[in-house]
């Protein structure tokens, strides 16, 4: 809203002028990720304290790690703040006529309101069962679907003209946009709401350790960042999406502010997550900026692609599948349950293994990053 409000005073006083640099994404992304680091800052120590004050602790697996019983009773829900830290600025800061904007926001908060309900029912039930998980999948596929359904079926001014032509478009990883494959809108709606999903989930499974999830979401979220400010880039009369052969969605560059805003708060709460953990972020921030990074991979036309970029995401949810398949298919087989895992999700079996808490979150961190540059590499090799 700073935005629209001081934007247009640019024209109103001669010494005023430099307002006009509001314009530029740039200038607004690294406002937005200031704005998210400082509130962070200064928000964390007070917010934790409260979380103390209120009881509000982790509960821990009994048959978890035997070095995860002395998380127990370490605040949590401190995703409560990274949604605020990171709500607040992208309103402040990107173009309030976005509908992109609004529409990833809306699943942001709606997904962190269903986290939340199940983290405060584990804390009031003292066991980490929490919200049942039809109920949680329940309110998660009628938030994707009631947006994701707007944006295929939607009409009208409030989506992009360029977005009505290309949104039926599927890219190909590490192919040019001219090669993309174009799906019946009924199959793209339920495509994109299993992205949402399922990323959110998935992004909910690696948040097992300490700092182990918010680092790859970061990022994820930088990768994103430079995948929408490209994408919605115009340079003079030099088109660089045309250029680059990938989908020319001019609308999507303002999501370069709000991914600066997820980046400015990813980096706050890591300062307080970090081994050893202050604060945990429970799933109130660990659903909702897992529906975030589904949103933005299927608005800046990186479905596929983001299956590569969230590869620590998606190797951690085959691995609970892999595990929960094949103990109920030995367990009707030969009457016991038998695992190929030490622990699932699989940071779990490091640590089982042996591996210190800290190597298993480091060595994933590492290889997101790699990822994220073989991810970054299909802007050129295509």
């Known amino acids: 809203m700073i935005y629209l409000l001081l934007y247009p005073l640019r024209n109103a006083y001669s010494w005023l002028s430099w307002l006009n640099v509001l314009r530029y994404i740039p200038f607004r992304t690294i406002l937005s990720t200031l704005t998210a680091m400082v509130m962070s800052f200064a928000l964390g120590p007070w917010f934790i304290r409260r979380l103390q004050e209120k009881q509000i602790g982790q509960v821990v697996r009994d048959d978890g790690p035997q070095s995860h019983l002395s998380k127990r009773g370490t605040p949590t829900m401190g995703g409560s703040l990274i949604l ?8 402040l800061w990107a173009d309030p006529h976005n509908t992109f904007v609004w529409l990833t926001l809306i699943v942001t908060v709606c997904y962190g309101i269903v986290g939340f309900l199940d983290d405060y029912l584990k804390i009031k039930k003292k066991n980490s ?4 998980g039809r109920y949680k999948l329940v309110g998660q596929v009628a938030v994707a679907a009631l947006v994701v359904g707007y944006l295929f079926l939607g009409k009208g001014s409030f989506l992009p003209a360029d977005w009505l032509q290309h949104r039926d478009h599927l890219a190909l990883p590490f192919r040019a946009y001219r090669h993309a494959i174009v799906l019946p809108i009924g199959l793209y709606i339920g495509f994109g709401i299993f992205l949402v999903v399922g990323t959110s989930n998935a992004v909910n499974l690696t948040d097992g350790l300490d700092g182990l999830a918010i680092g790859p979401v ?3 979220a930088v990768t994103y960042l430079i995948f929408a400010y ?4 115009t340079l003079g009369s030099f088109d660089i999406a045309r250029y680059l ?4 969605i001019r609308s999507t560059g303002e999501l370069t502010v709000l991914c600066g805003a997820m980046i400015g708060s990813g980096v706050g709460f890591l300062w307080y997550n970090t081994y050893p953990a202050s604060v945990f972020m429970g799933d109130v921030g660990a659903l909702a900026l897992g529906g975030t990074l589904g949103m933005l991979a299927l608005v800046t036309k990186n479905e596929l692609l ?9 190797v951690e949810t085959v691995s609970v599948i892999i ?4 103990f109920q298919y030995t367990k009707r087989r030969y009457g016991t349950g038998r695992r190929i895992f030490l622990m699932a999700p699989i940071h779990h079996h490091f640590e089982k293994k042996g591996w210190a808490e800290p190597k298993v979150i480091v060595r994933f961190w590492i290889i997101s990053i790699m990822l994220a540059l073989i991810a970054l590499s299909n802007l050129k090799l295509r």
């Open 245 to 248: 052969d990938i989908p020319p």
């Open 306 to 314: 983001s299956a590569l970029l969230g590869g620590v995401f998606v």
């Open 323 to 326: 595990q929960t398949t094949y």
């Open 230 to 233: 490209v994408t919605g880039l």
């Open 84 to 91: 605020f830290t990171m709500v607040v600025p992208t309103v």
């Open 218 to 220: 970061i990022i994820n």
């Open 129 to 132: 069962g929490g919200l049942a």
